[in-house]
């Protein structure tokens, strides 16, 4: 008779929550990014109901500490704690921020890590919740988003705050994110140029 596998179990993991939908009647289907095991799917069982102690840490653009178990496809969510909270609301900040979660859901294949882009993804929330230019956290996620997805350029990177060179390397690096989004355009990035169209 064959041993029965125990179920895999991660404790305390870094990550963030990409996208949370609506999952049975009181769960959620959750689509969370952590550096050790890269992207994962899981559900938090009971979140969307008022008293869950899920619910209350289930944030995006916020460092999270995650534990979860399961061997299949959905794993299932145990706990969740905030780590030191960021300040990513309204504007430009917020818009670049759910711009970069939908990159990483159109072009990240699940549980495969890439340590660096998900430093990079921490380092530009970082910067956008200090006020910082959003355009140089930007072309540097997108950079290195392109270079660990196999999809980069050879060379060494450029100096991503240098706002001489940031019209045409935004033009270079969506051109080839495009190419891998089969020219359909981003829901964020529809958005912002509908935004752009209103302005006076």
Same mark, same amino acid.
């Given at each position: 008779? *064959?041993?029965?596998?125990?179920?895999?179990?991660?404790?305390?993991?870094?990550?963030?929550?990409?996208?949370?939908?609506?999952?049975?009647?009181?769960?959620?289907?959750?689509?969370?990014?952590?550096?050790?095991?890269?992207?994962?799917?899981?559900?938090?069982?009971?979140?969307?109901?008022?008293?869950?102690?899920? =619910?209350?840490? !289930? *944030?995006?653009?916020?460092? !999270?500490?995650?534990?979860?178990?399961? /061997?299949?496809?959905?794993?299932?969510?145990?706990?969740?704690?905030?780590?030191?909270? !960021?300040?990513?609301?309204?504007?430009?900040? /917020?818009?670049?921020?759910?711009?970069?979660?939908?990159?990483?859901? =159109?072009? !990240?294949?699940?549980?495969?890590?890439?340590? /660096?882009?998900?430093?990079?993804?921490?380092?530009?929330?970082?910067?956008?919740?200090?006020?910082?230019?959003?355009?140089?956290?930007?072309?540097?996620?997108?950079?290195?988003?392109?270079?660990?997805?196999?999809?980069?350029?050879?060379?060494? /990177?450029?100096?991503?705050?240098?706002?001489?060179?940031?019209?045409?390397?935004?033009?270079?690096?969506?051109?080839?994110?495009?190419?891998?989004?089969?020219?359909?355009?981003?829901?964020?990035?529809?958005?912002?140029?509908?935004?752009? =169209?209103?302005?006076?």
């Amino acid at each position: 008779m *064959a041993t029965r596998q125990p179920t895999p179990r991660f404790h305390d993991i870094d990550g963030f929550l990409l996208h949370p939908a609506p999952w049975r009647e009181t769960s959620l289907l959750l689509d969370t990014y952590t550096r050790e095991q890269g992207r994962v799917a899981m559900v938090a069982k009971g979140a969307r109901r008022p008293t869950s102690s899920l =619910r209350p840490a !289930l *944030a995006q653009f916020q460092p !999270l500490s995650l534990s979860w178990s399961g /061997a299949g496809e959905v794993k299932t969510l145990i706990r969740i704690e905030w780590c030191a909270p !960021l300040r990513v609301y309204g504007g430009a900040a /917020a818009m670049s921020a759910w711009y970069m979660n939908e990159l990483l859901i =159109r072009l !990240l294949p699940r549980e495969d890590p890439h340590p /660096a882009l998900y430093d990079a993804y921490d380092t530009a929330l970082r910067q956008l919740a200090e006020g910082g230019r959003a355009a140089g956290a930007l072309r540097r996620f997108e950079w290195i988003l392109l270079r660990e997805t196999g999809y980069g350029v050879e060379g060494p /990177a450029p100096d991503f705050e240098d706002p001489a060179i940031e019209p045409e390397l935004r033009r270079f690096l969506r051109d080839r994110l495009d190419d891998q989004l089969e020219h359909r355009p981003l829901v964020t990035r529809q958005v912002a140029q509908a935004l752009q =169209r209103l302005k006076p």
